[in-house]
């Protein structure tokens, strides 16, 4: 049996994410993911432009985007996969988490 890939980016949302560096002049950066404390359901996801390794960190290639997950992110990230979404309301990234037992209506933080 094989393990699920730590993290896995859609097409969308690598696309997104370089356009969203270009457009901050960061087309040089990666992405730093990760999951902190804080939200409606204690834990939530944080994405931010990065360009330095950290030690512990996983560095992983998306089509030429680089993202950046430290030690403690990876046990609550394995097997997500990132997506973009256009909506009326809002767009962004979105996580679908095969480690969430529940999650906020936002999709932005939730429990394992």
């Known amino acids: 049996m094989t393990a699920p890939p730590l993290v896995t980016f859609?097409?969308?949302?690598?696309?997104?994410?370089?356009?969203?560096?270009t457009r901050e002049g960061k087309a040089d950066h990666g992405l730093?993911?990760?999951v902190r404390g804080g939200g409606c359901s204690g834990l939530?996801?944080?994405v931010a432009p990065?360009?330095?390794?950290k030690k512990g960190d996983v560095i992983l290639d998306f089509d030429g985007l680089r993202v950046f997950l430290d030690v403690k992110s990876q046990l609550f990230l394995?097997?997500?996969e990132v997506d973009w979404e256009d909506g009326?309301?809002?767009s962004g990234f979105r996580f679908h988490n095969p480690n969430a037992k529940?999650?906020?209506?936002?999709?932005?933080?939730?429990?394992?």
């Open 102 to 112: 529940r999650s906020c209506s936002c999709g932005e933080s939730f429990t394992v």
């Open 32 to 34: 730093r993911m990760g």
């Open 10 to 21: 859609r097409p969308n949302a690598i696309a997104h994410a370089k356009e969203l560096l």
């Open 50 to 53: 990065e360009n330095q390794e």
């Open 78 to 80: 394995i097997g997500t």
């Open 44 to 46: 939530e996801y944080f």
């Open 88 to 90: 009326v309301m809002s």
